[in-house]
């Protein structure tokens, strides 16, 4: 696994894939880090500020995620 935390300058970054990961399937993530310094309820009233889902949105989801239960695998969960 190769994990580099950054402090954001400018919206685009270039990346440089380890040769072990060439020709496979990889996961690239960007996500908030979180020191002890910023509080974690401002992430969350960040994420319940955004923005909301419609009823309709939500039951295709939920039907989404049930059709798909069955199937899944842990190792895809």
């Given at each position: 696994?190769?994990?580099?935390?950054?402090?954001?300058?400018?919206?685009?970054?270039?990346?440089?894939?380890?040769?072990?990961?060439?020709?496979?399937?990889?996961?690239?993530?960007?996500?908030?880090?979180?020191?002890?310094r910023?509080?974690?309820?401002?992430?969350?009233?960040?994420?319940?500020?955004?923005?909301?889902?419609?009823?309709?949105?939500?039951?295709s989801?939920?039907?989404?995620?049930?059709?798909?239960?069955?199937?899944?695998?842990?190792?895809?969960?």
């Open positions: 696994m190769y994990r580099e935390i950054i402090k954001a300058k400018t919206e685009e970054y270039f990346i440089k894939i380890p040769k072990e990961y060439l020709d496979k399937e990889i996961e690239i993530l960007i996500l908030p880090f979180f020191t002890n910023e509080p974690q309820n401002n992430y969350l009233s960040q994420l319940l500020s955004g923005p909301t889902l419609s009823n309709d949105e939500i039951v989801w939920q039907n989404q995620i049930t059709k798909g239960y069955k199937n899944w695998t842990i190792e895809e969960f």
